[in-house]
T-cell receptor, first 112, second 114 residues
Framework: EDKVVQSPLSLVVHEGDTVTLNCSYE??????LLWYKQEKKAPTFLFML????IEKKSGRLSSILDKKELFSILNITATQTGDSAIYLCAVVIGAGSYQLTFGKGTKLSVIP | NAGVMQNPRHLVRRRGQEARLRCSPM?????VYWYRQLPEEGLKFMVY????????ESGMPKERFSAEFPKEGPSILRIQQVVRGDSAAYFC????????????FGPGTRLTVT
């Protein structure tokens, strides 16, 4: 059975800290890995990673994929209270159907 | 550039009634996905559609649930004879296709069955 596991499940940090969120996967027919940020509404797309070892960056957020070890990390530097959210990792699997298999998410709380 | 639109945002139904959830994909997107998020659980895939075709419905319950994406108009997820266990947030996502897998999500419809 396809599986996506995120850790930690929750995390509390102070503003200015750097955090690393983890996502490991065991799936058949891997295509891509995606990160989303979910506040009290729709998941917002952050990154899509397809190739190993290539870092994607957007402002204070960055992510990298290791296809050999089957995991990805999402880094957030200089955290702000607005970064508080649930961060979701999802994997695109299969041939012909590009459904996402999600992990349960990491709930990040940034306190002033 | 409007994002994915869903309506209604909140829907209350009594047990046994029908629920119809609508989704309009982003402009230029021809692939639509429906996901369900139960309390304290992750998002689960239900169905993947392109215009007038169901491509993958492997995540959809066999009974009472159906989905369509007609040539004109929004995609519709229909739940007949709702039960309390159907209470959840239902999210629609769209993607451009053509080898691009990233999916953009709508705000969701929160269904409550009383």
């Amino acid at each position: 059975e396809d599986k996506v596991v995120q850790s930690p499940l929750s995390l509390v940090v102070h503003e200015g800290d750097t955090v690393t969120l983890n996502c490991s996967y065991e799936v058949t027919n891997f295509r891509s890995l995606l990160w989303y940020k979910q506040e009290k509404k729709a998941p917002t797309f952050l990154f899509m990673l397809t190739s190993s070892g290539i870092e994607k960056k957007s402002g204070r957020l960055s992510s990298i994929l290791d296809k050999k070890e089957l995991f990805s990390i999402l880094n957030i530097t200089a955290t702000q209270t607005g970064d508080s959210a649930i961060y979701l990792c999802a994997v695109v699997i299969g041939a012909g159907s590009y459904q996402l298999t999600f992990g349960k998410g990491t709930k990040l709380s940034v306190i002033p | 550039n409007a994002g994915v639109m869903q309506n209604p945002r909140h829907l209350v139904r009594r047990r046994g009634q029908e629920a119809r959830l609508r989704c309009s994909p982003m402009k230029g997107h021809s692939h639509v996905y429906w996901y369900r998020q139960l309390p304290e659980e992750g998002l689960k895939f239900m169905v993947y559609l392109q215009k007038e075709n169901i491509i993958d419905e492997s995540g959809m319950p066999k009974e009472r649930f159906s989905a369509e994406f007609p040539k004109e108009g929004p995609s519709i997820l229909r739940i007949q004879q709702v039960v309390r266990g159907d209470s959840a947030a239902y999210f629609c996502a769209s993607s451009p296709g053509g080898g691009r897998y990233e999916q953009y999500f709508g705000p969701g419809t929160r269904l409550t069955v009383t």
